[in-house]
């Protein structure tokens, strides 16, 4: 009991917070150091949650939004994209090497997308005087909801087209899934129509963003690793 009573003291204290902070305290560290605070138990739990698109129920680990997970998601991701590009680039050429340039190319863009995705869904949600969830909750959420992202690039090494697209479906469909299943349980009061506004915004950004993904960091070079060399050479000899 005592410790339900402190977890709400702290909620309340972070919103407190949230609003009574000047925008030149986003610049300091102190600010984001009661966003750091947590168990490697509640980020295990929260991880594992990650992987069940229909969970609905992410808010109620630990209640409380931390940036910790987010923040070695992001770092992790990277760091698979690049070694996963750079193996599948290793089995399409003969004349490979290392491409360094992938580093700053995937921390630009999970950066980009782990900030400026979740400000569009506040303002969204802001729009239809939805107050319930703040910005740091969707960073929250979002940076939760790319922990599937990183099974799926490590198999994207695969330089194989139909198992990188069905790889690329399954991030998209579960990540999208995990993000719109737990939005509606925070916003029963929501008109329905609003939800669906929602969800097919979230939709649209999973689809634009895994797109850029999948055709700048594994692409297929070759009709070998399209798996229709077969035809090319059928193709040629008849002709």
Known sequence: MQDEEEIRAR???????EH?????EWFTLEYYQQYFDVTTELVLRRLMNAFNPFSGNFFDIGQIPELYGPFWILNTLIFTITLSSNISK???????TFDF?????AFL??????IIIPLIYRVVLKCFSQ???????????YGYSTTVIIPVTLLGCIPHPAIQWMLLLYGIFSQASFLATNFNRELQDLEKEKKYIIVA?????QISVMIVYKFYFFKTENYE???????RNHFLTTH
């Open 11 to 17: 909620i309340q204290q972070l919103k407190q917070s």
């Open 20 to 24: 009574e902070s000047s925008w030149r």
């Open 90 to 96: 290793k089995l399409q050429r003969e004349d490979f």
């Open 101 to 105: 340039t992938l580093i700053p190319w």
């Open 109 to 114: 863009l999970f950066y980009s997308k782990a």
């Open 131 to 141: 107050d319930k969830l703040s910005y740091i909750h969707c960073v929250f959420l």
């Open 201 to 205: 915004i979230v939709t649209i950004i």
């Open 225 to 231: 690793q399209l798996g229709i060399s077969h035809i």
